[in-house]
């Protein structure tokens, strides 16, 4: 990376490229004979084509192809009967509104645009529903066991508790969203080569995608995607859209470049499903939960199904005997969803967060109380000592922080003017993740560092993170450090997905650097040389330009035998205006229990960005269908409400900053999730305290509020 300049060493390395333009993301790079490809999309939500009238469109100027299920461009693997994804172009079959049926390619965007509208498609439509509710209501409708059933003790416990509750608990469906629009650049080469620039979390998964899919050997697939403009979770997957501009390429023989529309980002890459929960909890009047019980309804597709861990939180975040929980998924006519910042854990946490504010209210005990209270000493799910859990700690801090003292318990006491006041706590929890991955890190006679992995980078400052581990092992400045990425034929990585990335890709840095330095060290003993001379010395005594080390890295035996997480708590203060209904946060502490902090900055980031997550979470996102026509009718940023600066108040991020060595060598854990997860819980909470209404559907709308 170029035109690093780094004011000191927590400075992120691609921060001046990316505020100066230099950053360069997918659907800038220039090909030779570059095309472009626009998607013509379905107008029905489920039936069949009847027929497609391409013929117009063919003889459009600048046009070069037209392709659909009519022509079927190779895919040898669509050729096979089975396997549970959509096949692009290989069925007459549509599954939901806006699904992809043909695609056209011509030589400017705007051809192919005006070309694609000329496309004429007749169909037979079936009966459909895009509606959840609907489907779980009805007998007939189909539902899928989402998780296997989980219980600890006694069923439904809650029920013969001192104290109960049962409510039910609705998210809508959130799209990602991210600035940068989906697509893909594919240039199929002779001999079956392929080059593609995509936006990606994970180029390793879209080489093996695109292998697959094509039958070519996964060494014939280059995979460049350095930059990316945010994901949020929908580029772990590679969609039809991108299958589609590689059989373009392939049948046109050019490089097509296919950017999707904001409205065409609600309909072809995922979203967080909708979802239908319902919380029981039981305590004695002392607080003592006895019991808890989730169950859980998420939207899924009719042609691939989803999961995510909605109710995983129940199982062990609070010390409780009495367990159950069930999540089913329920097929409809939608666009199949994908995992989305805090995936599952974020839907459950609006849940189950709300619920015991809910339960603490009815004890007239404080929440936080409440909470520690039921402070686990062990992961009972799984019956084994967390690795690291600093909970306790956390509540302390951020309550000073946020100024807990000032809360009073009755809802609706603290008034000013037209404003009421109230504050909520909520908690966070992710899987501390760590998988497989290998760097290479090569030691330079110049005094430069270069390390090198097949992972992304969709924001959180994956290469400043590496440097700084690298920077603290190695002694050299974090300028002096390049950390490549993005790119398929480096050394092998996992996606970046799971907040798993500085975890699994720092630990194979860290091993690399160790390496690098018995290394060195080696090297200065056989010339005598002291051994803690400099590399550059070293290197160049030896008459060696560069000593090279690849490493592969993954978690020891210590996974088996704890319980390993990363842990959040938000606080929040709001204000809600009496007349209107308007929510504003008016104050954030976020406090994060996730090892050792490496990259104090980018941490910081992941923090904030989660919190402003949080507030469209809690107050504005929502995607709305009009079920009457299984079509979204807010597609747009618009009526799609993402917070903006004026939304979002100062932001205090408290880190514990404890190692949990048990995790990985750095003692980090991940936190791109846990900024987020359980955030909205604490708005509502905090709307409750402030007005007494509890709202239990999001977002938190004022018209929910009068
Ligand atoms: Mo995240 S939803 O694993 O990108």
């Known amino acids: 990376m170029e035109n690093r300049i780094l004011k000191d060493e927590n400075d992120r390395v691609d921060g ?82 806006g699904q992809p049926i043909a695609i056209v390619v ?20 079936e009966d459909f529903n895009t509606n959840l509710d609907k489907a779980i209501k009805d007998p007939k409708a189909k539902k899928l ?68 899919v094509f039958k070519i050997p996964i060494e014939n697939i280059q995979v460049n995607s350095e930059f990316v403009g945010g994901g949020f979770g929908m580029g772990l997957k590679t969609w039809p859209l991108e299958i589609a501009t590689v059989m373009a390429s392939k049948h046109v023989g050019k490089p097509v470049k296919l950017v999707i529309t904001r409205m065409q980002m609600f309909t072809m890459v995922g979203n967080r499903p909708t ?47 009495n367990v159950n929980t069930s999540y089913t998924i329920v097929p409809v006519d939608l666009g199949v969803p994908i995992w989305m910042r805090g995936p599952g854990e974020a839907t459950g946490a609006f849940a189950l967060e709300s619920a015991i504010d809910e339960m603490a209210h009815e004890l007239d ?70 998988g497989k991955a290998s760097v290479k890190g090569t030691l330079k006679a110049d005094g430069t560092l270069l390390l090198q992995s097949a992972t992304s980078d969709i924001g959180p400052g994956t290469g400043t993170g590496m440097g700084l581990i690298a920077s603290k092992l190695l002694n050299i400045p974090t300028n002096k450090i390049t950390f490549e990425l993005g790119d398929s034929s480096l050394p092998p990585a996992p996606s970046q997905g799971g907040s798993a990335t500085l975890s699994t890709i720092g630990s ?8 690098l330095k018995s290394t060195i060290a080696e090297l200065a003993a056989n010339s005598n040389m002291d051994a803690t001379s400099n590399f550059v010395d070293v290197l160049k005594k030896n008459k060696l330009p560069s000593v090279e080390i690849t490493k592969e890295s993954q978690s020891g035996k210590e996974r088996d035998n704890y319980s390993m997480y990363s842990f959040s708590i938000h606080f929040v203060q709001v204000k809600v205006h009496k007349l209107t209904g308007v929510v504003k946060v008016s104050k954030i502490v976020s406090v994060g229990d996730s090892g050792k902090i490496v990259s104090p900055k980018t941490a910081r980031s992941q923090m904030v960005g989660g919190a402003v997550g949080g507030i469209g979470m809690a107050l504005t996102e929502e995607a709305i269908l009009d079920h009457r026509y299984g079509r979204y009718i807010n597609n747009n940023f618009a009526d799609y409400h993402v917070p903006v600066n004026a939304d979002v108040p100062e932001i205090d991020v408290i880190f514990i900053d404890k190692p949990d060595f048990l995790v990985n060598p750095m003692g980090a854990k991940g936190m791109g999730e846990i900024a987020l997860i359980g955030f909205s819980a604490a708005v509502a909470n905090a709307v409750f305290n402030a007005t007494g209404k509890r709202i239990r559907t999001l977002p938190i709308t004022p018209d929910k509020i009068l």
């Not at 989906?182 to 180029?203: E, L």
């Open 365 to 434: 005990m404080d929440p936080l109380d409440f909470r520690i209270k039921n402070d686990p000493e062990m992961d009972q799910q799984k019956n084994k000592p967390f690795s690291s859990k600093n909970i306790k700690e956390a509540y302390k801090l951020g309550a000073a922080k946020i100024g807990w003292s000032e809360r009073k318990n009755k809802p609706g006491s603290l008034v000013e003017g037209p404003w009421q006041t109230g504050y909520g706590v909520s908690v966070g929890v992710f899987n501390a993740n760590r």
């Open 145 to 212: 066991q989402g998780q296997p059933d989980y219980k600890r003790g006694v069923e439904n416990a809650y029920k013969t508790a001192e104290i109960k509750i049962e409510q039910q608990y609705i998210l809508p469906i959130e799209t990602h969203n991210p600035m940068e629009l989906h697509g893909i650049i594919a240039d199929w080469r002779p001999a079956n080569k392929v080059t593609v620039y995509a936006k990606t979390q994970g180029v390793k998964a879209t080489q093996g995608t695109i292998a697959n």
């Open 508 to 515: 194979a840095v860290n091993d690399v650097c160790l390496a």
């Open 106 to 125: 011509a030589n400017t965007f705007e051809r192919a645009t005006y070309a694609a509208s000329l496309v004429k498609t007749s169909y037979a439509k």
């Open 275 to 321: 979802a239908i929960q319902k919380v029981g909890l039981g305590a004695t009047k002392d607080g003592k939960l006895t019991g808890i019980t989730h169950t859980a309804f998420g939207e899924s597709a009719t042609y691939e199904n989803f999961t995510e861990g909605v109710v995983n939180m129940a199982k062990f975040m609070y010390q409780c005997d």
């Open 16 to 97: 001046f490229l990316k505020v100066t333009g230099g950053a360069k993301y997918f659907a800038e790079y220039e090909l030779p004979g570059l095309t472009y490809g626009v998607l013509v999309t379905s107008t029905i939500t489920k039936g069949k084509i009847t027929s497609l009238d391409t013929k117009a469109a063919e003889k459009a100027p600048g046009v070069i192809a037209v392709l659909s299920h009519l022509n079927k461009p190779s895919a040898p693997a669509y050729e096979q009967e089975g396997g549970s994804q959509m096949k692009i172009f290989y069925t007459d079959k549509i599954f939901y509104n």
